[in-house]
């Protein structure tokens, strides 16, 4: 994964609540069967498995985050297997193809949770985290990005 958007994800989680913390592993897992596609494409098998290896990790997360007491953990972990399935497939094989059952299954879940995740009021999980203020600045050759922490109460105070 990209150095941008591990920085992407990692601010995500530090505002996200617990249904939108759901909604970025989707992303991730998204982003790396889109990230292994295009090793493969360029050939660097070792680079594919490494993100289908990271895609796996984050699969099993999900899996093992269900909460049995409510019946529709059971429908999700079955949906959640055979992606899972579909990336060993695609490792086993190196082929794209079953990447597209796990693309189909995680976007079609990906909406669904966007949405939950848009009627939750819970707040972020993390607590004492950065507030961020981000800015545009125009450097020589380039356009930066700037943050500012506004009042930090993170640490020891004397």
């Given at each position: ?11 995500r ?28 494409a ?50 086993m ?40 203020y ?23 105070t004397?």
């Amino acid at each position: 994964m990209e150095k941008e958007k591990l920085q992407e994800f990692t601010f995500r989680v530090t505002q996200a609540s617990r249904s939108e913390l759901i909604v970025i592993m989707y992303d991730i897992i998204l982003t790396d069967t889109q990230t292994a596609r295009a090793m493969l494409a360029e050939g660097k098998i070792a680079e594919y498995e490494k993100e289908l290896k990271h895609a796996a990790r984050f699969m099993n997360e999900l899996m093992g985050a269900l909460d049995y007491r409510y019946a529709i953990s059971y429908e999700l972990l079955s949906l959640y297997s055979f992606a899972n399935k579909a990336l060993i497939r695609a490792q086993m094989q190196r082929k794209a193809e079953p990447l597209d059952d796990v693309d189909m299954v995680l976007n079609k879940l990906r909406e669904a949770f966007r949405v939950v995740s848009e009627q939750d009021i819970s707040g972020p999980v993390m607590q004492n985290t950065e507030q961020v203020y981000a800015g545009l600045t125009y450097g020589r050759n380039s356009l930066n990005e700037s943050l500012l922490d506004a009042g930090s109460k993170r640490g020891f105070t004397a």
